[in-house]
């Protein structure tokens, strides 16, 4: 069965500060992955995605993801955070077939003090 | 593109009523819809997987009469909470793929309140 782990339930970073959430994945096939944020009351945007080819993937609001198949991670990353950053942070694994579904880790909560 | 439009974002009903949440894919035509509930501070669960045209697969543990799902056209999915009671109170996040195969986008949720 698929799962995703992400270690981390509350992260605290200064703004200006690097950032780095970890997530860990379990799937049986070539994994297919995602990192969603999520504002208090909003619905999900994603900020990028792993399908295939190269192993580090750009997203938006200069988020980068490392896709690590001997680790089984894809941490998200950030050379420095804004206020704007703080939000919840869901990574996912799942593939793009059919009725094939997506799972959610249970999240990192991202606060960013000044 | 890939537009996904959840209505309505927020409502609130008594208990004992029922409420009806639309998905509506608005410039692609999504053969499959899935359901998410996500309780306060928590992750996504799914709910449910619907197919154009046949009955919803509905995880364990979800009640299929409490939660009806309709997925009448390729644009078009319902989820329709029946009977309400606060403990249905969530936010509840659809999404939809592409015919054939692709990621799945994400309607923006609705915040149910039953009181």
């Known amino acids: 069965a698929q799962s995703v782990t992400q270690p981390d339930i509350h992260i605290t970073v200064s703004e200006g500060a690097s950032l780095e959430l970890r997530c860990n994945y379990s799937y049986g096939a070539t994994p297919y992955l995602f990192w969603y944020v999520q504002s208090p009351g909003q619905g999900l945007q994603l900020l990028l995605k792993y399908f295939s080819g190269d192993t580090l993937v750009q997203g938006i609001k200069g988020f980068e993801a490392e896709f690590k198949r001997s680790q089984s991670s894809f941490n998200l990353r950030k050379p420095s955070v804004h206020w704007s950053d703080a939000a919840e942070y869901f990574c996912?694994?799942?593939?793009?077939?059919?009725?094939?579904?997506?799972?959610f880790g249970t999240g990192t909560r991202l606060t960013i003090i000044p | 593109g890939a537009v996904v439009s959840q209505h309505p974002s927020r409502v609130i009903c008594k208990s004992g009523t029922s409420v009806k949440i639309e998905c509506r894919s608005l410039?692609?035509?999504?053969?499959?819809m899935f359901w998410y509930r996500q309780f306060p501070k928590k992750s996504l669960m799914l709910m449910a997987t619907s197919n154009e045209g046949s009955k919803a697969t509905y995880e364990q543990g979800v009640e299929k009469d409490k939660f009806l799902i309709n997925h009448a056209s390729l644009t078009l999915s319902t989820l329709t909470v029946t009977s309400a009671h606060p403990e249905d109170s969530s936010f509840y996040i659809c999404?939809?793929?592409?015919?054939?195969?692709?990621?799945?986008?994400f309607g923006q949720g609705t915040r149910l309140t039953v009181v």
């Open positions: 996912a694994v799942g593939a793009l077939f059919g009725n094939e579904k997506l799972t």
């Open positions: 410039d692609f035509q999504a053969t499959t």
């Open positions: 999404s939809a793929r592409r015919q054939g195969q692709g990621e799945a986008f």
